[in-house]
């Protein structure tokens, strides 16, 4: 099944700065990596998803950037601002006969006002 | 409006007292899962579901079972709980039979066993 690594476990940045959190994946079979946010309290939702048949995704300050050779893609998140406050997870299809998805162990993204 | 309802939001319970989480969608997603979520430890999958009566173990499933009777729920059981199974637990739903989608989460159920 998969593996996924997610880096760093916890980030502090200033407020208007730039915040990026790697993930790494082990199988190469995977084509779907989405990102969800979870703030204090809530439930995770997704904010941005890539597939394997692009490099980069963008939606306003967010984006996505997938290195299928390397088997790692990464969330860039810019002029960060404290509702940006929250734990972040990666994620890639489970594979090796499970199905869904196999979450990293999540990144505390801290801003600093 | 679209949501993945799960029952009870809290619950405190005692070791071995038989305890049932539901879950519910009303999208008519395929796919339904259970996570449960620990501090750094993220979320790991413990059941999911790709259609009625059809259901499988994700990476964490001993002490749990569950059972997809209706395409729209999906309860989680523990049929003797204990102090390890104290948790916050998700319900998840996606589109597709996969699940390796967009996947919408419940609101969470935190669960502690004395």
């Known amino acids: 099944g998969e593996n996924v690594e997610q880096h760093p476990s916890t980030l502090s940045v200033q407020e208007g700065d730039s915040a990026v959190i790697k993930c790494t994946y082990s199988?190469?079979?995977?084509?779907?990596f989405p990102w969800y946010k979870q703030e204090l309290g809530k439930r995770p939702q997704l904010i941005i998803d890539?597939?394997?048949?692009?490099g980069e995704k963008k939606d306003q300050r967010i984006a996505v950037t997938l290195n299928k050779t390397a088997k790692h893609f990464s969330l860039h998140i810019t002029e960060t601002q404290p509702e940006d406050s929250a734990v972040y997870f990666c994620?890639?299809?489970?594979?090796?006969?499970?199905?869904?998805?196999?979450f990293g162990k999540g990144t505390h993204l801290i801003i600093q006002p | 409006e679209a949501q993945v309802t799960q029952n009870p939001r809290y619950l405190i319970t005692v070791t071995g007292k038989k305890l049932t989480v539901t879950c519910s969608q009303n999208?008519?997603?395929?796919?339904m899962s259970w996570y449960r979520q620990d501090p750094g430890l993220g979320l790991r999958q413990i059941y999911y579901?790709?259609?009625?009566?059809?259901?499988d173990k994700g990476d964490v499933p001993e002490g749990y079972k569950v059972s997809r009777k209706e395409k729209r729920n999906f309860p989680l059981i523990l049929e003797s709980p204990s102090p390890n199974q104290t948790s916050l637990y998700f319900c998840?739903?996606?589109?597709?039979?996969?699940?390796?989608?967009?996947?919408?989460f419940g609101p969470g159920t935190r669960l502690l066993v004395l």
């Open positions: 998840a739903s996606s589109f597709r039979v996969t699940g390796a989608e967009t996947q919408y």
């Open positions: 199988d190469s079979a995977s084509n779907y």
């Open positions: 890539i597939r394997s048949n692009v």
């Open positions: 994620a890639a299809p489970s594979g090796g006969g499970a199905d869904g998805l196999t």
């Open positions: 999208m008519n997603h395929e796919y």
């Open positions: 579901s790709m259609n009625v009566e059809v259901t």
